[in-house]
């Protein structure tokens, strides 16, 4: 029996993909699914086409970025779901940026489950969205959210100041931009004390600029002084340039 194998043309269109090549999730699946998917015999674009082995191939699709590979590749082929079918090829994560096509299946999936966890606990989800740097992930994760969170929620708890922040989650990886979108959609959500702290610890001058630029308004009370020892134990080059700025 010959093993079921993917042909050459479908791992040429998805080959600069894995490089890192600039080729959307729309223009990828739009190539794989030309192929006739079957899971007993394996896809095929025609006659005549040079085949790798069924393993190598399946080796080099797994190497898809996981929510490519979890919402694109296996949902589209079945050859591929039943080959790539551990859990590790089945997870998508919201710490990374979602397919754009995969948005909708994920908050449908997701919304039974989110809605049973403690405040907490959605709290990290968010913040795992804003640490992408995807606003379609932190769209997401609001999404999930928001029908099950109260208004105020996080001002009624005693110890909100410990409980996650997706504000100081963007601005830890670096991805200031998100404030704008955050203040808009969630700002019971954002904290803007502790946000300006965290962005003086780990962003640039100009992060930390940024960040200031789109929250002083909204931070009624700023802690100039949290921010300035949060700067003195930054490892940036520019620590020394932050605290100036601050003091001026």
């Avoid at 894995?18 to 990828?28: E, Q, R």
């Avoid at 959210?145 to 504000?167: C, E, H, I, K, W």
């Avoid at 959609?185 to 502790?194: A, I, V």
């Amino acid at each position: 029996m010959q093993s079921a194998s993917l042909p050459l043309a479908f791992l040429a269109a998805i080959g600069p993909w894995i490089a890192g090549a600039c080729v959307t999730m729309d223009s990828a699946l739009q190539k794989l699914t030309k192929a006739d998917c079957d899971s007993s015999k394996g896809p095929s674009c025609g006659t005549g086409q040079r085949q790798l082995p069924s393993t190598l191939q399946l080796h080099i699709v797994s190497l898809l970025p996981p929510n490519d590979l979890a919402l694109g590749a296996r949902l589209a082929c079945r050859y591929l779901s039943a080959g790539l079918s551990k859990p590790e090829h089945c997870t998508a994560y919201l710490s990374q940026p979602l397919p754009p096509h995969a948005a909708p299946w994920a908050e449908a999936a997701g919304q039974q489950h989110v809605r049973r966890l403690p405040l907490r606990h959605k709290l990290q989800l968010m913040c795992a969205a804003a640490a992408s740097g995807s606003e379609l992930n932190l769209e997401l994760s609001w999404q999930l959210v928001q029908p099950s969170l109260f208004p105020g929620a996080l001002n009624r708890t005693r110890d909100a100041a410990t409980y996650p922040s997706p504000g100081v989650a963007a601005v830890e990886a670096g991805h200031v931009q998100l404030l704008g979108w955050l203040l808009q959609r969630c700002p019971g959500l954002l904290q803007p004390n502790r946000t300006l702290v965290a962005a003086a610890k780990h962003c640039h001058l100009d992060g930390l600029k940024a960040a200031w630029e789109a929250l002083r308004r909204s931070c009624y009370d700023p802690d100039v002084q949290g921010m300035l020892d949060a700067a003195a134990e930054s490892t940036t080059p520019d620590a020394v340039a932050k605290i100036e700025w601050m003091l001026n």
